[in-house]
């Protein structure tokens, strides 16, 4: 199983996460204060094989994946 967090307070929306991610694990979703953040499709704890290209290409640095596996 792999956790992906995003840190909400420094998502910007950018969408450098879900354009990167060759499986397309990420999405933008709205917040109730009208912002974009990325989150994870659900399948993505499955599948993810922690590449960590949506974690080095952030440039907010909001991304931290744990692999539980490990
Ligand atoms: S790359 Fe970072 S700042 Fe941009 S949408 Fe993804 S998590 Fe948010
Ligand atoms: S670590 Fe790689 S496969 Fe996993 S969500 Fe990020 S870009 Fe996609």
Request: proline residues 1%; charged residues 35%.
């Amino acid at each position: 199983m792999v956790k992906h967090i995003v840190a909400v307070d420094k998502c910007r929306g950018c969408g450098k996460c879900v354009d990167i991610c060759s499986l397309e694990l990420w999405e933008l979703v709205d917040t109730d204060d009208g912002k974009k953040i990325a989150e994870v499709i659900e399948e993505a704890a499955e599948i993810c094989h922690t590449c960590m290209a949506c974690r080095d290409t952030c440039p907010e640095e909001a991304i931290t994946i744990i692999n539980e596996d490990e």
